[in-house]
């Protein structure tokens, strides 16, 4: 199990930032090779998600994550 939680904060935050994109946007995170510690976090906002991607729902936030993504992920918890 990956482990990967949304917060009740962050998904109110989420939700707040998708009601103003066109309807069915979702928030996509991803994990990238960059940054002071070798990776960075990266944020877009999307209206298709892939056949593999994980998909996280809460209080009406959609949160996407690729696979590869959700490796480094494993047992983190997304907060505002």
Known sequence: ???ITVTERAARRIGEI???EQ?????RVSVEGGGCS???YKF???RA??????VLARDGA?????PVSV??????QIDF
């Open 44 to 46: 877009d906002i999307e």
């Open 49 to 54: 998600k892939a056949d593999d991607d994980l």
């Open 18 to 20: 998708l009601g103003r």
């Open 38 to 40: 070798g990776f960075q």
């Open 1 to 3: 199990m990956d482990g």
């Open 71 to 76: 490796n480094y992920m494993a047992g983190s």
């Open 62 to 66: 959609v949160v996407l994550i690729d």
């Open 23 to 27: 309807p069915g946007s979702m928030l």
